[in-house]
C-alpha cells in the first residue's frame, strides 16, 4: 500500500511523495509529477530534481495560452 502526501501544486501541475513498501518490505520513497501534458504521471526518485522538474512544467503550462486562459476563467485551481 503507498501512502500519497501532497508537496507542491500550482497551475494543474502536482508534485506528490508516494511511500511504499516494496516485496522485501523496504520503504521506498518517488516523487510523482502529473500534470495536463502528455506522457504523464512522471516518478522521481530524488527530492530536489522532483522539485526542480515542478518548477520547469509550471513554466512551461503557464506559457500555454489554453492553460492561461483556464486559470484566467477558473476553470483551472490548485
Same mark, same amino acid.
Given at each position: 500500500?503507498?501512502? *500519497?502526501?501532497?508537496?507542491?501544486?500550482?497551475?494543474?501541475? !502536482?508534485? =506528490?511523495?508516494? #511511500?511504499?513498501?516494496? &516485496?522485501?518490505?523496504? /520503504?521506498?520513497?518517488?516523487?510523482?509529477?502529473?500534470?495536463? *501534458?502528455?506522457?504523464?504521471?512522471?516518478?522521481?526518485?530524488? !527530492?530536489? =530534481?522532483?522539485? #526542480?522538474?515542478?518548477? &520547469?512544467?509550471?513554466? /512551461?503550462?503557464?506559457?500555454?495560452?489554453?492553460?492561461?486562459?483556464?486559470?484566467?476563467?477558473?476553470?483551472?485551481?490548485?
Amino acid at each position: 500500500m503507498a501512502e *500519497r502526501t501532497l508537496v507542491r501544486s500550482a497551475a494543474g501541475v !502536482r508534485l =506528490e511523495r508516494v #511511500e511504499e513498501l516494496s &516485496r522485501g518490505q523496504k /520503504a521506498r520513497t518517488l516523487f510523482k509529477l502529473s500534470t495536463y *501534458r502528455p506522457a504523464q504521471p512522471r516518478y522521481i526518485a530524488d !527530492r530536489h =530534481e522532483a522539485e #526542480e522538474a515542478f518548477a &520547469r512544467e509550471v513554466t /512551461a503550462l503557464m506559457k500555454d495560452p489554453v492553460i492561461a486562459r483556464m486559470i484566467l476563467t477558473g476553470a483551472l485551481t490548485d
